[in-house]
């Protein structure tokens, strides 16, 4: 995948470009399936897939705050080269961008800049100065301009068949932490990354537990509680339980995501890890003691194995 941060580094326009324009938080199964798409239809034509994004996110660069990301820029990035996009787009929402009005976006942009030939959108895209620009627009700019525009259907849960998957949806759920549900929504586990620092070492000494101590650098936290996780680590992967609360039994109310990772002794101070969270497993609780505590972890360890192997991880 070819990346654009800026549109000067766009020498001549691609081959052919079919284009996708969004957010794209969370790359979840509607942006995959939207994704798709556009690669098939690049494919049909012999051109170039296209996905245009902007970073940071327009509402912030305008300094309107917006809702917590799902997926923050290094993951993104990843998730739409692994859906084999061939360029990325992602560009800085500058005065250039704010002010243009969606015809000369369309134009000057698009069509000449980019080499549109055809763009696939979500039914709710709108884009430009007072978001003038929707699906109308583009239509009728595709005739005058010589590109094709396809409204891309609303991909929908496949049980329920209602619900439309959506960004605010799984940031909801995920809040919820209905971990199960998001993983559907998303075609893969929800993710929170983070490098791990130094806690208060009483897990192993106290619990005999000893506990990862994350650094979040994600910005949307699953509702408080025990998980079963996956953890990626730089020795491999491994199975774990992880605990976001404050540890009411200790009473010093300090907020932590800390994760115990099963038969690992490695150091992993100073390192990045990333947590998949498979399964919620209870909400967090004060013990009279710690040896109770210590006693549900246990408990913790054995579910989360027998899920964590159920699900093909073990
Ligand atoms: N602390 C609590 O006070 N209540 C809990 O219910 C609780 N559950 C935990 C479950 C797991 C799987 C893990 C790894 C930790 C849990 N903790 C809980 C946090 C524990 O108190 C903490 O790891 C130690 O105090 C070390 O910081
Ligand atoms: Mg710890």
């Known amino acids: 995948m070819e990346l654009i941060e800026h549109l000067d580094q766009i020498g001549s ?12 938080d969370g790359v979840h199964k509607g942006h995959q399936a ?59 929402f500058d005065e250039t961008f704010a002010s243009i009005s ?4 369309i134009q000057e942009v698009l069509v000449n800049k980019i080499g549109m030939k055809g763009i696939i959108i979500g039914a709710d895209y709108s884009f430009g100065k007072g978001r003038e620009g929707n699906i109308g627009l583009l239509r009728s700019e595709g005739k005058r301009l010589g590109y094709k525009t396809v409204v891309s259907e609303w991909i929908c849960d496949s049980e329920t068949r209602s619900e439309r998957i959506s960004s605010t949806r799984i940031r909801e759920i995920v809040m919820e932490g ?30 005999g537990f000893p506990t990862a101590n994350i650094k979040l650098h994600d910005e949307l936290c699953p509702k408080l509680g025990v998980y079963a996780v996956t953890v990626e680590t730089i020795h491999g992967n491994f199975p774990g339980v992880a605990n976001i609360g404050f540890s ?10 800390e994760v115990h990772i099963l038969d690992f002794d490695k150091d992993i101070y100073d390192t990045r890890i990333r947590v998949n969270m498979v399964a919620r497993l209870r909400d967090e609780k004060k013990f009279s003691n710690i040896d109770e505590l210590s006693r549900q972890i246990k408990e913790d360890v054995n579910r989360a194995k027998e899920i964590l192997k159920q699900n093909g991880y073990t």
């Open 13 to 24: 326009p691609y081959k052919n470009a079919v284009v996708t324009i969004g957010n794209f």
């Open 34 to 92: 939207l994704l798709a798409q556009v690669i098939e239809m690049a494919e049909e034509i012999g051109g170039t897939s296209v996905a245009m994004t902007f970073e940071p996110h327009p509402l912030r660069a305008l300094g309107i705050s917006s809702p917590p990301l799902i997926t923050r820029h290094d993951q993104k990035l990843e998730l739409i080269e692994r859906s084999g996009i061939d360029v990325l787009l992602c560009l800085p």
């Open 102 to 105: 969606a015809h000369g976006f």
């Open 178 to 207: 209905r971990v199960e549900l998001a993983m559907k929504y998303l075609g893969r586990h929800y993710q929170i990354r983070g490098k791990v620092i130094t806690g208060r070492k009483r897990g192993g000494k106290q619990l």
């Open 248 to 257: 009411p039994t200790f009473g010093d109310q300090m907020f932590t995501i």
